[in-house]
């Protein structure tokens, strides 16, 4: 592949490795997990970046972005490209920018921040912040290889957002620096509330290189994996352990069967018809929690001490959005939707859904503390695809029920569920992107030239 800005970047960096423009390289760091959606793999296949840069530190990174802002050259920000909405998808060719050499962890506070650079990937942080008393407040289920600056750019919660809510919450993101794309660019701080400008705006306004993550003291955790004659019954066990303190806890996840079926390393764990709940609770708990589950007419099936990220069963593994992932290898037409049902009338929305779609909707569970301290039963649920019309339909339905949903079918900010009304992400954009150059096509209310306010 050849790009006419591929000399002159490697000249501005002083290090021609760091320009990658073969082919197939290319390519592949210009993919995510968009394939998740029928919907978006029609769109996003094929669309890919005409190099790749590597910059090692944000003075770097302001001097690429200064270079293509003066040749109106597109620029995607990259982490780990475990996104599921094609967020890192170049949609206009130009310059994926790889953060994944700006890995440095600079400190752990005292009173349990960390300061990061972007490229960090999240289990390495959470083995760091573990070493000293702390762990991550919430993390996707890509622990392993997603990068802090994509779980800022593109993620929203994970194991961990039970108890601690998710990233945008409870001041979990502290602070964070970021380079503009002016012709100048600049490196601006957000604090506080002003790091909302920047979250989960997909790297459209802003290149991060700098965070501040709030961390919560490390617990000891068990795992458990508790089986119910009816999703019913795991439904209202889950609930019950989900919105009461007094147990320690970092997932709940309850599946409706055949989903446990699905996760072929751990079907042992799953009896045949059955719901399943996988739990992380503290170990000092795990004795009496199970008690209680058996009480409440649970078979515990599986139950061990979590040894840590390397632990086999590592049974957050087919929670969050792995689950979909291993559905997907059982049968490619699964797909999914990401929901928030209501607290009040949870049991009612999902009989509903249930009479309308039956066995094309089937019910995964995952508890969040909400911002307002609320406990609400989210779900990724799986969803058996036929066309786009049926899923917009169960969309709608969802919708007219009272059933919140960030629709992953959708390859920009706006749509996907997780917009700001009070429009900081796109006044950002305008302020730091004048020409619409970071991940063009993504923010699809921003216009160059026009001002929103
Ligand atoms: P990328 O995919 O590389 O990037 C995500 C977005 O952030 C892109 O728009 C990119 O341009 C932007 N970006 C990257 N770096 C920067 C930067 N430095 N500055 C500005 N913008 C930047 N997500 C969840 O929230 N919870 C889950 O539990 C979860 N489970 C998943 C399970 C599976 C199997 C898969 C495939 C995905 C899952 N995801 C989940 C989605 C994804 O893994 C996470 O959101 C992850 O944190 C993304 O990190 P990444 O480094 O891969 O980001």
Same mark, same amino acid.
């Given at each position: 592949?050849?790009?006419?800005?591929?000399?002159?970047?490697?000249?501005?960096?002083?290090?021609?490795?760091?320009?990658?423009?073969?082919?197939?390289?290319?390519?592949?760091?210009?993919?995510?997990?968009?394939?998740?959606?029928?919907?978006?793999?029609?769109?996003?296949?094929?669309?890919?970046?005409?190099?790749?840069?590597?910059?090692?530190?944000?003075?770097?990174?302001?001097?690429?972005?200064?270079?293509?802002?003066?040749?109106?050259?597109?620029?995607?920000?990259?982490?780990?490209?475990?996104?599921?909405?094609?967020?890192?998808?170049?949609?206009?060719?130009?310059?994926?920018?790889?953060?994944?050499?700006?890995?440095?962890?600079?400190?752990?506070? &005292?009173? =349990?921040?960390?300061?990061?650079? /972007?490229?960090?990937?999240?289990?390495?942080?959470?083995?760091?912040?573990?070493?000293?008393?702390?762990?991550? #407040?919430?993390? /996707?289920?890509?622990?392993?290889?997603?990068?802090?600056?994509?779980?800022? =750019?593109?993620?929203?919660?994970?194991?961990?957002?039970?108890?601690?809510?998710?990233?945008?919450?409870?001041?979990?993101?502290?602070?964070?620096?970021?380079?503009?794309?002016?012709?100048?660019?600049?490196?601006?701080?957000?604090? =506080?509330?002003?790091?909302?400008?920047?979250?989960?705006?997909?790297? &459209?306004?802003?290149?991060?290189?700098?965070?501040?993550?709030?961390?919560? /003291?490390?617990?000891?955790?068990?795992?458990?994996?508790?089986?119910?004659?009816?999703?019913?019954?795991?439904?209202?066990?889950?609930?019950?352990?989900?919105?009461?303190?007094?147990?320690?806890?970092?997932?709940?996840?309850?599946?409706?069967?055949?989903? !446990?079926?699905?996760? &072929? !390393?751990?079907?042992?764990?799953?009896?045949? =018809?059955?719901?399943?709940?996988?739990?992380?609770?503290?170990?000092?708990?795990?004795?009496?929690?199970?008690?209680?589950?058996?009480?409440?007419?649970?078979?515990?099936?599986?139950?061990?001490?979590?040894?840590?990220?390397?632990?086999?069963?590592?049974?957050?593994?087919?929670?969050?959005?792995?689950?979909?992932?291993?559905?997907?290898?059982?049968?490619?037409?699964?797909?999914?939707?990401?929901?928030?049902?209501? /607290?009040?009338?949870? #049991?009612?929305?999902? #009989?509903?859904?249930?009479?309308?779609?039956?066995?094309?909707?089937?019910?995964?569970?995952?508890?969040?503390?909400?911002?307002?301290?609320?406990?609400?039963?989210?779900?990724?649920?799986?969803?058996?695809?036929?066309?786009?019309?049926?899923?917009?339909?169960?969309?709608?339905?969802?919708?007219?029920?009272?059933?919140?949903?960030?629709?992953?079918?959708?390859?920009?900010?706006?749509?996907?569920?997780?917009?700001? !009304?009070?429009?900081?992400?796109?006044?950002?954009?305008?302020?730091?992107?004048?020409?619409?150059?970071?991940?063009?096509?993504?923010?699809?209310?921003?216009? !160059?030239?026009?001002?929103?306010?």
């Amino acid at each position: 592949m050849d790009s006419p800005h591929a000399a002159a970047i490697a000249s501005i960096l002083g290090d021609p490795s760091r320009v990658l423009t073969n082919r197939a390289t290319v390519e592949q760091l210009s993919r995510d997990f968009y394939w998740y959606s029928p919907v978006l793999r029609k769109q996003l296949d094929g669309k890919v970046g005409d190099l790749v840069v590597q910059p090692a530190s944000a003075a770097e990174v302001q001097k690429i972005l200064r270079y293509c802002q003066g040749h109106d050259v597109p620029v995607t920000a990259r982490g780990a490209g475990t996104g599921n909405y094609g967020q890192a998808v170049p949609l206009h060719g130009g310059v994926v920018l790889d953060l994944a050499r700006m890995d440095r962890i600079e400190q752990i506070t &005292t009173d =349990g921040v960390a300061v990061c650079e /972007p490229g960090v990937r999240l289990g390495v942080l959470e083995n760091e912040a573990r070493k000293s008393g702390w762990e991550l #407040r919430c993390y /996707p289920s890509t622990i392993i290889k997603a990068s802090v600056g994509g779980f800022l =750019g593109g993620g929203s919660g994970g194991i961990g957002s039970v108890a601690n809510g998710n990233l945008r919450d409870y001041q979990t993101v502290r602070a964070l620096e970021a380079v503009t794309m002016e012709a100048e660019p600049r490196i601006v701080l957000h604090e =506080g509330e002003a790091v909302h400008d920047i979250l989960h705006a997909w790297g &459209t306004n802003g290149i991060v290189t700098r965070i501040w993550l709030a961390l919560a /003291p490390a617990v000891e955790w068990g795992q458990c994996a508790i089986a119910f004659d009816t999703f019913d019954a795991a439904f209202d066990f889950s609930e019950r352990i989900a919105g009461d303190p007094a147990w320690i806890k970092r997932l709940v996840t309850p599946f409706e069967w055949p989903i !446990p079926s699905f996760f &072929t !390393p751990v079907k042992r764990y799953a009896p045949q =018809g059955k719901a399943l709940v996988f739990f992380m609770v503290a170990e000092s708990q795990r004795g009496k929690f199970e008690e209680l589950a058996r009480e409440r007419g649970g078979e515990v099936t599986y139950s061990g001490a979590y040894l840590g990220l390397r632990t086999r069963p590592l049974l957050s593994d087919y929670t969050w959005n792995h689950t979909t992932l291993w559905a997907m290898r059982a049968d490619e037409a699964y797909t999914y939707l990401q929901c928030a049902f209501d /607290p009040a009338t949870v #049991r009612e929305q999902m #009989r509903k859904l249930k009479e309308r779609f039956g066995r094309e909707i089937l019910f995964h569970m995952e508890f969040w503390k909400a911002g307002d301290g609320q406990m609400i039963p989210g779900a990724i649920p799986v969803v058996y695809y036929t066309t786009e019309e049926r899923l917009n339909d169960m969309i709608s339905f969802c919708r007219k029920i009272g059933v919140f949903v960030a629709n992953p079918h959708v390859n920009n900010v706006e749509n996907g569920g997780r917009y700001r !009304p009070d429009n900081v992400q796109l006044l950002a954009k305008e302020r730091y992107d004048p020409k619409g150059l970071l991940n063009p096509g993504k923010m699809v209310t921003f216009k !160059p030239g026009e001002l929103t306010r």
